[in-house]
């Protein structure tokens, strides 16, 4: 049996997107035949949200998965400044290349899921030491997003250095992973790629994400992070606006560095009986409050650079059998399109209400889109298919040499 280490900044217990995303990967590989390790950050994001350790490692067996959970630094606040983010990003990938150089000989492939940018760096160590096979999986353009949020100067001296960084990067993999081909052709128009580039999809557990049996709650629902790449804000206002009308609570599941703004807004909106924070739950119980929920939000801000974006949340409200709809343009919009399961409304309090109110006012058309979602991220978007698609290229790449 051959092996494969996929590095990681989340992994569960974390309740992130990617952390969920790992796990079914690297789970489904195992169930393939592939023996998998994962090196992970001990337990951290949303930061501040569990205990700090100092342990330099801790090794568990998680579902047939060997997951080695290294020392890093734990941020103690919930928006951490920018040098306690850095040195959070920072220390894991570095550790983690220091634990891969002592086992370099062990692994026939290595697996480094961006963003964070830094999670490359195991990669780049190895592939220059070793003859591992490198795939390098890419889920945004963090440096890009970075600008567009505010967190970093477009020219400055920490965007040329990632910059240069990432290209060397793309120059060493030998298979470089994107999540949409929009996301591939802003790479490729912008750096040199020299390896083949395949898409893979962030995709959705559809045995765990599915209808439930149960009724309707009289709510829409939000799950995933609650960060500035969203504009939750515009969604909480058209919910007030509706609420002489329609009745509506809006569900926010997750956590993140904006969720205090939005819990004052809330206050001084006098939302509080209309928009509910659960804080992180656990993964299990995600798909029953979706498949409860009447229609799924993913507000994405009207970014140029997030026009790649297809978040994952939108995958789970499908696999739940729920509409959603979706703010932005590029990959969501496609999305929307495609499926026949989405609705696009412009970034406004104002055009969400109309979009919702247009879906609640037809709960027939809402079933109609809802059957369509479950039935194309089934087919299309399924974990269980990207991972196998991935076993391929492992053993085409890793085994064969090809």
């Given at each position: ?320 059998g729920i509409p959603f709809i979706g703010c932005g ?74």
């Open positions: 049996m051959k092996q494969v280490c996929i590095v990681s900044q989340h992994f569960p217990p974390e309740k992130s997107g990617n952390a969920s995303r790992i796990y079914d990967t690297a789970v489904h590989l195992a169930k393939l035949g592939i023996d998998v390790t994962v090196l992970a950050p001990h337990p951290t994001f949303p930061n501040g949200s569990f205990p700090r350790t100092w342990k330099r490692a801790d090794v568990q067996e998680v579902d047939g998965v060997r997951v080695v959970h290294l020392w890093t630094w734990q941020p103690r606040s919930g928006n951490p400044g920018f040098v306690s983010r850095m040195a959070y990003y920072l220390t894991f990938p570095i550790h983690a290349a220091f634990w891969l150089f002592f086992a370099r000989n062990r692994f026939d492939a290595i697996i480094t899921s961006s963003p964070p940018l830094f999670t490359g760096i195991p990669g780049y160590v190895l592939k220059r030491t070793t003859q591992v096979t490198w795939i390098l999986d890419i889920r945004d353009l963090w440096i890009d997003a970075s600008i567009s949020l505010g967190f970093l100067r477009e020219g400055s001296l920490y965007e040329r250095m990632s910059r240069r960084f990432e290209q060397m990067c793309l120059s060493r993999a030998d298979l470089v992973g994107v999540t949409t081909e929009e996301l591939g052709r802003r790479i490729s128009s912008r750096y040199t790629v020299t390896a083949p580039m395949t898409l893979m999809p962030n995709g959705v557990n559809t045995d765990v994400f599915r209808p439930a049996d149960g009724g309707k709650e009289r709510r829409i629902i939000y799950a995933g992070n609650v960060g500035h790449a969203q504009d939750l804000d515009k969604v909480a206002l058209a919910v007030k606006s509706m609420n002489g009308t329609y009745n509506l609570k809006f569900l926010i599941v997750g956590d993140g560095d904006t969720r205090e703004y939005l819990e004052q807004l809330v206050q001084s909106e006098s939302l509080t009986g209309s928009v509910i924070f659960t804080g992180i739950l656990p993964r299990e119980e995600i798909p029953r409050l979706i498949s409860e929920s009447l229609i799924g939000v993913a507000p994405l801000k009207q970014l140029e650079n997030l026009k790649y974006a297809a978040p994952t949340k939108a995958y789970e409200y499908m696999a739940c343009s590029g990959e969501i919009a496609h999305l929307a399109d495609r499926s026949g399961a989405g609705v696009i409304a412009e970034n406004t309090p104002e055009a969400i209400a109309a979009a919702l109110a247009s879906l609640l006012d037809d709960p027939g058309r809402m079933e109609e889109m809802g059957r369509r979602g479950r039935e194309y991220v089934a087919e299309h978007y399924d974990r269980r298919s990207v991972a196998l698609k991935l076993k391929q290229y492992i053993e085409r790449m890793a085994w064969t040499g090809a």
